[in-house]
């Protein structure tokens, strides 16, 4: 595909550069023109591989202007056979949007301002926006404060507007250079506090609040310093300001950089009292620096995504009193403002990184021409669930992306809230709790959800597990939602169990649903060949874990689960998660240990999980082999990751390739690194290799297992080669940016054709 970015600007602007460097990696041919003359911004982007122009007319007369660029704009796009036009900022949009009749290209308009335009009360801005707004077919925005803004204030058409955060490939930042850093800091030498502040030198960034603080903290005694970055129409009353406080030592302006993270991680502080933000880019840049800012509240973003462990929020009208008291405050914790640099850092690089927002531009890039993209408003029904941190990531993931979604939970559990249905509502995420007391109440349940999916105008219901499929796919289809599609955790079981009743649901299901999701290979086997799927409406997408929650346990937590378990340091524990069901293998585990502990008899076995129909076999067995001591069955284990970490093997064995459909806890120990003894089942299937990150062993096999054991128990450093294997093995097909793009581009699939 031919794209081109059509801006009126010539400086760097990094998440411009990433989306081309991206696009160019998918094999689009990629163009520049700017309003401009050729600066660095082309001289980064040719680098790139892009093909870069610049188009400059005299403003003087703004009819000629506008004129000139428009016959230049659709010449260009008619001559390279453009596809897709990103115009970026209000000149380039109308420009582009005026064009679009008389070319090929779809044109796409990117906004990065809020309020901004209503703030400068200026009536030529006001009208590019009233146009570029009434023209546009699709408008990007860069945060949902801004459509929110478009549609209550401009009142914009919603269906326009599509949320995409800014996306940086961060290693475009020059690194951050210590001998320039420690350059920067001879003139701060002495200073308690540095504080930086980058910005355009206009009204609304507010560079005269930043220079009265810096006044306020000199006359409270304080030894401080700033760094004013920028250029603009207000410099030279700004530097006039200066002179007459007789600041000239406090504060210096070195005008416009390149290197501008040297200049931040020589600063303690990043001040942004900006009163107009869409998604503020120096935030970003602050938290590349690891250093922390004190910013507005109720501009911008910034609340949406971040808090109190990260950055300062003050009321934009009391900026100066309530910064004053926090630089006061933050003399001495030096260390304090060191660990929210470090916070901010994490939450901008997980946020804003090119991977875990490019799908959204592959999805529009694949759209032909004038076609307005839904944008997904999702709905999960699900039954027969407790705690899932696999729904519990992915939907966190959705809501950090801007897609709407709620969760509602049939409870099937007597007396008990789904611990799902709690950690959704901290997320921020709306769950629905609704009780299952008898079949009876499946009719209630049935209008009560219908009436859910109309009230948040879902267009996308994606049920799992059997009540969920049942009935959210039959208010689905009362509701006339066209994008219905299922995850079939398990597709074996209802004949395993040689269950009438959950075939009927299974089939209903199927039929039902758009798409079938498939979550892993052993899983599609079987719909395909059993169920009869047709494979175009088969689609398998992985279990996916937040890896940085396994990366990050604290000793606190492994030590709870220690004492909680009475697991002592001189015993071998291992960890067996899985629901007392006979197709999970507890037989040969324990039959197994029978023979171990005759030899090692410090070597204990816990079974965690929850109760199934086998329960009581499992517990007979124990007490067959007298083996109380030694394995134990331990019920639900709320902090799961922390047990991972303070096992020394896990044993994960179904009986056979089908029974296990994926495995959450195989990849959940493959993400702890810790060593694991496995059959072929779930996601072992697609990913165990014996001795390379697993110890494998045949299904329904005790002596195996025993002999597993032993191995892994006597070779212990090599086992722990095998957990650090099967950690880098998952990284490739189980993150949440791999599961989270695959769903996007289904329902956005199903919604848009």
């Not at 020059?174 to 030198?201: D, H, Q, T, Y």
């Not at 030592?249 to 990043?270: H, R």
């Not at 405050?329 to 939450?347: F, T």
Request: hydrophobic share 40%.
């Amino acid at each position: 595909m031919r794209i081109l970015f059509y801006t009126p600007f010539n400086l760097r602007s990094r998440d411009t550069e990433s989306l081309m460097e991206a696009f160019i990696k998918q094999k689009h041919e990629v163009f520049l023109l700017t309003q401009t003359e050729k600066g660095v911004y082309h001289e980064k982007c040719t680098s790139l591989g892009v093909k870069s122009h610049a188009y400059s007319v005299d403003k003087k007369f703004k009819f000629l202007f506008v004129l000139k660029h428009l016959i230049y704009l659709i010449k260009f796009s008619r001559n390279n056979k453009i596809e897709i036009i990103y115009a970026h900022l209000e000149n380039a949009s109308m420009i582009a949007v005026l064009a679009q009749y008389f070319i090929k290209a779809r044109v796409i308009s990117c906004r990065h301002v809020t309020e901004e335009p209503h703030l400068l009360k200026s009536n030529n801005y006001l009208s590019q926006i009233k146009l570029v707004n009434k023209l546009s077919k699709m408008i990007i925005v860069v945060s949902q404060q801004c459509k929110d803004f478009m549609i209550n204030i401009e009142h914009v058409n919603p269906s326009k507007i599509k949320v995409i955060n800014l996306a940086y490939n961060f290693s475009l930042y020059e690194p951050i250079n210590p001998e320039k850093v420690n350059f920067i800091n001879i003139n701060n030498n002495g200073s308690v506090l540095k504080f930086i502040m980058a910005s355009r030198f206009i009204g609304n960034k507010k560079p005269f609040v930043a220079l009265e603080l810096i006044k306020k903290l000199k006359e409270e005694g304080l030894s401080v310093k700033m760094i004013l970055l920028g250029a603009g129409p207000l410099e030279k009353e700004i530097k006039n300001w200066i002179s007459l406080n007789h600041l000239e030592n406090e504060i210096s302006l070195p005008g416009y950089v390149d290197n501008v993270l040297d200049y931040f991680a020589a600063s303690d502080i990043m001040l942004i009292p900006s009163v107009t933000e869409s998604s503020s880019v120096v935030l970003k840049e602050a938290g590349l620096a690891k250093i922390t800012a004190i910013t507005c509240k109720k501009v911008g973003d910034a609340e949406s995504y971040l808090n109190n462990e990260n950055v300062f929020f003050v009321e934009k009208d009391n900026f100066i009193e309530e910064a004053k008291k926090i630089a006061l405050e933050c003399v001495s914790k030096p260390d304090k403002l060191k660990a929210m640099g470090e916070n901010l850092n994490k939450k901008i690089l997980e946020r804003f990184s090119i991977e875990n927002n490019i799908a959204h531009y592959n999805d529009i890039n694949s759209h032909k021409k004038n076609t307005i993209e839904i944008s997904p408003r999702i709905a999960f029904v699900s039954s027969h669930i407790h705690t899932s941190l696999q729904f519990e990531w992915y939907e966190e993931e959705l809501n950090k992306q801007n897609i709407y979604n709620i969760h509602i939970i049939i409870n099937t559990l007597e007396n008990e809230v789904p611990l799902l249905h709690t950690e959704l509502l901290k997320l921020g995420i709306k769950s629905y709790l609704l009780n299952y007391k008898n079949r009876l109440s499946l009719i209630k349940l049935f209008f009560a959800i219908r009436k859910i999916l109309k009230e948040n105008q879902i267009n996308v219901v994606h049920t799992t597990l059997p009540y969920g499929n049942l009935i959210g796919q039959l208010a689905a289809l009362s509701l006339g939602i066209k994008a219905r599609l299922t995850t079939c955790e398990n597709a074996s079981w209802a004949f395993d169990y040689n269950s009438h009743k959950q075939k009927i649901i299974d089939k209903f299901t199927f039929w039902s649903s758009k798409k079938v999701v498939s979550v892993a290979d052993t899983a599609n086997d079987f719909l395909l060949n059993t169920w009869k799927i047709n494979p175009s409406d088969l689609v398998q997408i992985n279990h996916s874990l937040k890896f940085i929650e396994y990366e990050s346990v604290t000793t606190e937590r492994i030590n709870k689960i220690k004492s909680d378990l009475n697991i002592k340091p001189e015993d071998f524990t291992i960890g067996m998660i899985a629901r007392t069901e006979f197709w999970k293998g507890h037989q040969y585990a324990v039959e197994a240990m029978a023979e171990v502990v005759k030899l090692y008899p410090t070597i204990k076995l816990l079974i965690c999980g929850s109760v199934g129909f086998d329960h009581q076999k499992l517990l007979d067995l124990i007490s067959k082999y007298k083996l109380e001591n030694n394995v134990k069955f331990i019920g639900f284990v709320n902090d799961t990751i922390a047990f991972l970490k303070t096992i020394k093997i896990q044993i994960h064995i179904p009986i056979n390739k089908y029974v296990e459909n994926c495995g959450i806890s195989i990849i959940e120990g493959m993400a702890a690194k810790t060593p694991q003894l496995l059959t072929l089942s779930g996601y072992s299937f697609q990913s165990a290799k014996h001795l390379k990150n697993a110890y494998v062993v045949d299904y329904c096999n005790s002596k195996e297992v025993e002999k597993g054991i032993i191995y892994l128990y006597k070779n212990y450093d090599k086992a722990l080669l095998l957990g650090e294997q099967a950690y880098k093995d998952a990284l490739e097909q189980y993150t949440t940016k791999v599961k989270f793009n695959k769903h996007m581009n289904v329902y956005n699939e199903i919604l848009n054709n």
